[in-house]
């Protein structure tokens, strides 16, 4: 494997992608190396990990990621889906009995 111009990527022919894909796939998961594949010398694909995928094309938006650090201050992210169904069942009781008290009597 072979290191091109910019030193980010390590670039391997398919053969080499499809004898050695264990490894690479090992390596692009653990260490977040890219791995350009070329075919017959033009660039093909590109093996990286889902986790450098999602930090490089869709990062979190700042919003998202402000609430995500409130939840783990606060200690709400370590709630379990049932938790979070009965807070959301809660709110939605209080959210309905407020809107009956409110509502003017026809």
Known sequence: MKRNSNGMNNVVSALTARTQFGQIMRRASQR???FLVDRRGQP?????????YINTIAPTPAW????????????LNKLTMRQIDAEIAAARRERRQTTIVTKPAR
Do not use: T
């Open 32 to 34: 977040n190396e890219r």
């Open 64 to 75: 998202l990621r402000k609430i995500g650090d409130e939840s783990k201050r606060k200690g």
């Open 44 to 52: 093909a694909v590109i093996i990286m990990s889902v986790k450098d």
